[in-house]
């Protein structure tokens, strides 16, 4: 069973940014593909980046050049490297697992097998 953790969100004011972490706990072999989906107020969540264990990434378009995602040395925490945020981006930031190995592109959350509680990033204007 895989447990995951998202720390680093918070308040920031647009142009700044944060860096959301992810723990993760369990089998490596659970969570070969992983992913940050944010869900913001009366919309559906969606997929913000993803990257499997070839460490290859997948990006929305309203994010590409602006965030990164990239996982630890140990491979059990996955980062979201935010700059430039924008009041579009304040959502909840949710760190998601999946079992199997997918290549990009991919953002249907339907893939994800784990997910954690999530965590609140709030942009001002």
């Known amino acids: 069973q895989v447990q995951l953790v998202e720390s680093g969100g918070g308040l920031v004011q647009a142009g700044g940014s944060l860096r959301l972490s992810c723990a993760a706990s369990?089998?490596?072999?659970?969570?070969?593909?992983m992913g940050w989906y944010r869900q913001a107020p009366g919309k559906q969540r969606e997929l913000v980046a993803g990257?499997?264990?070839?460490?290859?990434?997948n990006y929305a378009d309203s994010v590409k050049g602006r965030f990164t995602i990239s996982r630890g040395n140990a491979k059990n925490t996955v980062y979201l490297q935010m700059n430039s945020l924008k009041p579009e981006d304040t959502a909840v930031y949710y760190c998601?697992?999946?079992?199997?190995?997918?290549?990009?592109?991919?953002?249907?959350?339907?893939?994800?097998?784990?997910w954690g509680k999530g965590t609140l990033v709030t942009v001002s204007s």
């Open positions: 998601a697992a999946a079992r199997g190995w997918y290549r990009p592109p991919w953002s249907d959350e339907r893939i994800m097998d784990y």
């Open positions: 369990g089998s490596f072999f659970d969570m070969r593909t």
């Open positions: 990257i499997n264990s070839g460490s290859s990434t």
